[in-house]
Structure formats: structure tokens, C-alpha cells
């Protein structure tokens, strides 16, 4: 499995090149995920628990290393997360029970590394 920690670092810091290289794009990018904010329909917890079960669907190493760490310190539980992820398992079957042992083993690191 992944260094979760090291990875997430290593990935700020590629997007934060690419940010200089087209700030449009990331403007763009950072609009687009804090306009739930805004409306604060659903709390921040909620949204990342939403977040981890796409990450698992749509197979985002990064969306997964970002989110479970976000998820953690707005207050998910272990349980919750599990929750989470069966949602996207019971939508996408096998390749999202993959990797939602993905998202486990960011969250154990995340924790280790507090």
C-alpha cells in the first residue's frame, strides 16, 4: 500500500505547479469544490464521507489520501467511513470493495501520523 502521508504531500506540491502553470485551472478547481460550503446544506463531515465513497467509484489515489484526512478531522468515525465506502461498494461491486481497503489503509496512516 501507499505512504498516504508522503503521498498527499508530494500531490499539493504537483498541484501546486500546475496552479502556477495555469492558475485558471485550479481557480477554476477550488470553485467547484468549496461551492458546497457556501450552501452548507450538508455539514462538512457529510461531504467528506460523500467525497470517499466517489473517490473509491471513480479510483482517485489522491482524492482518497485527501478526503480521509479531511473526513478525520471533521470527526468520521471508522464506522462511518465504512458506511460510507459500503455505499459505493453496493454501486460499484468489486472494484470499489478494492478500494476501500484503500481508503482504510490512508486512514490508519493519516491516524499514525497525528
Known sequence: MLNWTEYRKELMGRIGELGKLTPDTLTGYQALSSAGKKTNHLD??????????????????????????????????????????????????????????RVLDAVGAHEAAK
Open 44 to 101: 462538512a463531515k457529510t461531504r467528506e464521507l460523500i467525497a470517499l465513497a466517489v473517490a473509491v467509484t471513480t479510483r482517485c489515489d489522491g482524492c482518497i489520501t485527501v478526503h480521509s484526512a479531511e473526513a478525520l478531522k471533521h470527526g468520521a468515525s471508522h464506522e462511518e467511513i465504512a458506511e460510507a465506502l459500503g455505499v459505493a461498494v453496493a454501486l460499484n461491486a468489486g472494484a470499489a470493495m478494492v478500494y476501500s481497503a
